[in-house]
T-cell receptor, first 113, second 114 residues
Framework: EDQVTQSPEALRLQEGESSSLNCSYTVSGLRGLFWYRQDPGKGPEFLFT???AGEEKEKERLKATLTKKESFLHITAPKPEDSATYLCAVQAVRSGGSYIPTFGRGTSLIVHP | KAGVTQTPRYLIKTRGQQVTLSCSPISGHRSVSWYQQTPGQGLQFLFEYFSETQRNKGNFPGRFSGRQFSNSRSEMNVSTLELGDSALYLC?????????????FGQGTRLTVV
């Protein structure tokens, strides 16, 4: 069974204090790893898709990296508006050729001004 | 462009009743997926529809069902509601079924079963 574990569950940072969120996964036949941002009362917002180990993607203050066992979401010099829950998900091939996404529980990030 | 629209936003139902939730995808998107989000289990995949056909299904009981219409709009139905079905139900649309295709989520329907 596919498993996705995110750590830490919650993270408090001061504005400008860089840090990383972790997403470790156990899956057979990884086809893609996704990062989403979710604000309270809203649906998740797509950030990145990573397909293979060694791949990196950047967007503003966010940088996502992928290894064979985990992914990191690095947040450089965060601002209060970066406060949100960050979700990681993996998509793997199941029997029959279907793709079922499995989500982690998320990391709740609060950035204090 | 208009985003994914889910209706209603909030719903209160009694145990044993059934409920139908609606999702209008972004224009041009043919894939619609449904998710259940709870504090205890997180975000869990229910099913995915493409061109009016269910393509993928998660591990939920048969009380959870869905369908997609020719205009790509989708509905999900939950019969014989249980207290544990209280959750935020999210719909996401994407252009196609390819892995990595960006999915756009609606704001969800908050279902409370009493």
């Amino acid at each position: 069974e596919d498993q996705v574990t995110q750590s830490p569950e919650a993270l408090r940072l001061q504005e400008g204090e860089s840090s990383s969120l972790n997403c470790s996964y156990t899956v057979s036949g990884l086809r893609g790893l996704f990062w989403y941002r979710q604000d309270p009362g809203k649906g998740p917002e797509f950030l990145f898709t990573l397909y293979s180990a060694g791949e990196e993607k950047e967007k503003e203050r966010l940088k996502a990296t992928l290894t064979k066992k985990e992914s990191f979401l690095h947040i450089t010099a965060p601002k209060p508006e970066d406060s949100a829950t960050y979700l990681c998900a993996v998509q793997a091939v199941r029997s029959g050729g279907s793709y079922i996404p499995t989500f982690g529980r998320g990391t709740s990030l609060i950035v204090h001004p | 462009k208009a985003g994914v629209t889910q209706t209603p936003r909030y719903l209160i139902k009694t145990r044993g009743q059934q409920v139908t939730l609606s999702c209008s995808p972004i224009s041009g998107h043919r894939s619609v997926s449904w998710y259940q989000q709870t504090p205890g289990q997180g975000l869990q995949f229910l099913f995915e529809y493409f061109s009016e056909t269910q393509r993928n299904k998660g591990n939920f009981p048969g009380r959870f069902s869905g369908r997609q219409f020719s205009n790509s709009r989708s509905e999900m139905n939950v019969s014989t509601l249980e207290l544990g079905d209280s959750a935020l139900y999210l719909c996401a649309s994407s252009l196609d079924l390819r892995v990595g295709t960006e999915a756009f989520f609606g704001q969800g329907t908050r279902l409370t079963v009493v």
